[in-house]
């Protein structure tokens, strides 16, 4: 199979290389916002003439080679901005950059649809929601995944108040890939409570690809893509920079950021980049009393260099996260009267007061990443983009039992390299795309106290194709995929596991289509098949794992997950109204899922609720909606919902774990401008969940919790100082101090979720940072 998948490679680089004719000329240029400075990465540029286009790479780079002399209407696209439409005379190899003005409408979580990315389309049937760096400022949250809570059919899984990790249409952990700078992040995400190990003021953009996509980004994709890329190197010579500062009630959290960057005429193609960030928070509260031992301590740092030009461009990013957090002890109990009596006592038994002390139970973790990435232009075949990625990450886990006599009871090092050539070819004919291979060597190994999973390491490797075909309104695209994998389990005499190697090799396709049916209107479907072998943890994992207080059991006899999703979206983008439905249904054999045990189990260190991994043939369907209406110049009203329907089809009962239904409403008011005060607004919105009753019958410790709604608030605005534009914005979550738990959080059967929390952030430009 593997002989096939190389065939259908080389083939089509060699196809690649067809001449586009004699005596012609190439038109190149750069996308980019006018108000962030940012590379626009999805933007089609096309030439009406001809009828040929191409679309922006990640650094909002274009190319369209092959044509020949004479005047012709370059037109430049892309959802959220203004269509700009210009005229050329191309007599010779030219260059042309689009400047982007953003629309007057914007959404809050701007949905667009993903034309070229990473894929090399000119238009895909998927949709990808785009945080920009303005969205990221003004909700900037305390994790990671509560910057994507707002995204249509996002939702977290949470462990305590500082845990939190994306759920993307009911699947997250390895179903779900996170790109951090263009590398997969690794870092044990399998967990429940490991969420990703980022820096959440690194982000300049976030895209979130719902759906299947196996075809580019290899098995494990089923569920969704989440990228996220860091601010694009200066290109204009000087040294600037920004401080940002925010601030927290609930748990008296206090956060900065500074970022540095700069470039030099000494060195023309010479570009760097500076940040350092660092947060600490004690305990947080609910509304009726603290959650002890729930503070935190990160610090985070990163740093690139980085040469482009016309033709050629390197950069070598590096970044280091860590963090030292604590986890709630009434979670860790010693035997079976006292978690029956911390279930249904329903808060902590003893009232905590606020304290900054990390205590055990608590997590040591860290994260580093080096990654080189580059491209070259080669006339008349393409554009030619390696990224070689390094990654190192250690979690260590600490119990609150004597026994562990300070040492870690988890101690994992995760050790990743990792490497992806692509190439975007030049149109033949009406056909251009994308080719590529990538590969990734593993190395896991646990030197803790007690045994959780056995050390292992493994091999992957992959091929594909990515082909689009554009005709007027119609756009068709379709790809293929072959991955394999090899992972060793290494021997372990405690749980009598021998030497043992499981091997996996499967094909992945991706077929879709774009239809412009009308003004303002467009339908995009997509078919997809993924395929995701069990992980290490699902094989083997027999223990306690700390972070999220349960006992795990694996089980060595599972097989590969296979999924075969089908998905259509409408899109509708006028002037007043906007907004999109998609509807989805996820076919899943041989489903791994963690299944609540009735019976807790003992341990020398407590007890603890049982969870086992069993696999299921299940259905996931549903829809994402959203939309926004701009009623008047100074009042726009947005919403979204999202309903996710789980059913295990091999018991013929609902699938555990499943997001409630949601429903968000947001009401923004422009305020206008008045002396030094620039673009203010205020914001006043609320989240509503409904209770989650579709759970199956006595198989879990408590039943779901009550639906619950949250109301939060905010204001804004640019302030002019001495000529610098300082950004500030102070927001209300949870205003009204609900008393709410949420059915996918860890917790739920000990304590409530967080209660008011207000949040201060300014940011100060230090020169022209843009």
Not at 220 to 237: D, M, Q
Not at 641 to 663: H, I, K, Y
Not at 726 to 752: G, H, M, P, Q
């Amino acid at each position: 199979m593997m002989q096939h998948a190389m065939t259908i490679l080389c083939c089509a680089l060699i196809a690649c290389t067809v001449s586009a004719g004699a005596n012609s000329v190439s038109l190149r240029g750069t996308v980019t916002a006018a108000d962030t400075r940012l590379a626009l990465e999805g933007a089609t540029i096309y030439i009406v003439e001809l009828q040929r286009g191409t679309t922006s790479d990640a650094q909002g780079a274009y190319a369209i080679d092959g044509i020949r002399p004479g005047s012709y209407t370059v037109i430049c696209t892309m959802l959220g901005y203004s269509t700009r439409r210009n005229s050329v005379s191309l007599t010779a190899d030219a260059r042309h950059a689009f400047v982007m003005e953003p629309e007057a409408i914007t959404m809050s979580g701007v949905t667009v649809t993903e034309q070229g990315g990473k894929s090399g389309y000119a238009a895909s049937n998927q949709s990808i929601v785009m945080l920009s760096p303005l969205e990221l400022s003004r909700h900037r949250g305390q994790t990671l995944g509560q910057l994507l809570e707002n995204i249509p059919g996002v939702t977290l899984l949470q462990t305590g108040p500082a845990i939190a990790k994306p759920v993307v249409r009911g699947l997250h952990s390895q179903r779900i890939l996170v790109l951090n700078a263009g590398v997969p992040q690794e870092g044990q995400q399998w967990g429940g409570e490991h969420a990703p190990e980022i820096d959440p003021f690194a982000p300049a953009q976030i895209q979130v690809l719902k759906g299947v996509a196996g075809v580019e980004y290899g098995a494990g994709a089923i569920g969704g893509v989440i990228s996220i890329e860091p601010r694009r190197l200066r290109e204009s010579t000087g040294i600037a920079g920004e401080l940002t500062l925010n601030g927290f009630s609930n748990n008296r959290q206090g956060s900065g950021s500074l970022i540095l960057e700069g470039a030099h005429e000494f060195l023309p193609g010479v570009s760097w980049r500076l940040q350092g960030s660092m947060r600490r928070a004690g305990n947080s509260q609910t509304p009726s009393y603290w959650i002890g031992n729930s503070g935190f301590f990160e610090r985070d740092a990163s740093a690139a260099i980085g040469y482009s030009d016309e033709r050629f461009g390197t950069e070598l990013y590096m970044s280091r996260f860590s963090t030292e957090l604590g986890i709630y002890k009434g979670s860790h109990l010693g035997n079976l009267d006292d978690l029956l009596r911390a279930i249904s006592y329903g808060r902590p038994p003893a009232d905590d007061d606020f304290s900054y002390a990390i205590d055990a139970p608590r997590q040591d973790i860290s994260h580093d990443l080096w990654s080189v990435r580059s491209y070259y232009v080669m006339p008349r075949i393409g554009r030619f983009e390696v990224q070689y990625g390094w990654q190192s990450n250690h979690r260590q886990e600490y119990d609150a039992h004597k026994r562990s006599r300070g040492l870690p009871n988890v101690d994992l090092t995760l050790t990743t390299y990792s490497v992806d050539v692509k190439l975007r070819h030049e149109p033949v004919g009406d056909v251009f795309g994308t080719v590529g291979v990538s590969g990734m060597r593993q190395g896991n190994v646990d030197v803790g106290l007690s045994f959780l999973i056995p050390n292992f390491r493994s091999y992957k490797g992959g091929a594909y194709v990515l082909e689009n075909w554009s005709a007027g309104a119609l756009t068709l695209n379709a790809g293929t995929r072959y991955d394999h994998q090899w992972t060793t389990v290494y021997p372990n005499a405690v749980r009598g596991i021998a030497e043992t190697v499981h091997e996996h090799g499967k094909l992945s396709g991706a077929l879709g289509a774009i239809f412009e049916f009308a003004r303002q209107w467009t339908l995009g479907v997509n078919l997809g098949t993924a395929w995701r072998a069990p992980g290490v943890n699902e094989l083997y994992s027999y223990g306690v794992h700390h972070g999220t207080a349960q006992f795990e059991i694996g089980d060595a006899r599972l097989r590969t997950e296979r999924s075969l999703g089908v998905d259509a979206t409408v899109k509708y983008a006028g002037d007043v109204v906007r907004g999109e439905v998609s509807v989805y249904n996820n076919v899943m054999n041989d489903f791994i899922y963690l299944h609540p045990s009735p019976q807790p189990t003992l341990t020398l260190r407590g007890i603890f609720p049982t969870f086992v991994y069993r696999q299921a043939d299940v259905v996931l369907r549903g829809f994402d909606a959203s939309f926004e209406v701009q009623l008047t110049e100074r009042y726009r009203m947005e919403g979204s919902a999202s309903v996710v329907r789980g059913e295990n089809t091999s018991a013929r009962e609902p699938l555990v774990q499943m997001p409630a239904d949601r429903l968000r409403i947001n009401n923004h008011f422009h305020i206008g401008s008045a002396g030094p005060v620039h673009d203010a607004y205020a914001e006043f919105g609320g989240t509503f969940v409904r209770r989650q009753d579709r759970v199956p019958t006595n198989v879990d410790y408590l039943d779901p919790p009550a639906g619950y709604a949250v109301v939060e608030a905010s204001a804004g605005t640019e302030l002019v100082v001495g000529g610098a534009v300082v950004r500030t914005n102070i927001a209300v979550k949870n205003l009204f101090n609900a008393s709410y738990r949420d059915y996918l959080s860890r917790f739920r059967y000990f304590i409530d979720e967080t209660g008011r929390n207000i949040i201060l952030r300014v940011q100060i430009p230090i020169g022209d940072f843009k």
